[in-house]
């Protein structure tokens, strides 16, 4: 899997790519063929938010978690992302 981290007003540290990097690594547990991800990480005043794009054979998907604590944002994108690839995976399984 390869997985492109960017910041936009905010510089990625490797403490952040690292903690990213653990929590997108349990993706590929559902789902063998993930060609990429491009995790968006932004800070908007008081919010902190993170998205990101899973490019799939066949498929592309997208979320975004918006959040005060940067960490906790990139936990639910984490999920998010976790549940889409299931149904995915749930729904191709029955064809």
Known sequence: MQLT???HQLEVTDSLRDYVTQKLAKLER???KIGGVNVVLEVEKLLQKAEATVHV???EFFADAINEDLYTAIDQLADKLDRQLIKHKE???GH
Do not use: E, M, Q
Request: aromatic residues 0%; charged residues 25%; proline residues 0%.
């Open 91 to 93: 729904k191709h399984r």
């Open 57 to 59: 054979s066949g498929a």
């Open 5 to 7: 981290i960017s910041g």
């Open 30 to 32: 559902h789902h063998d």
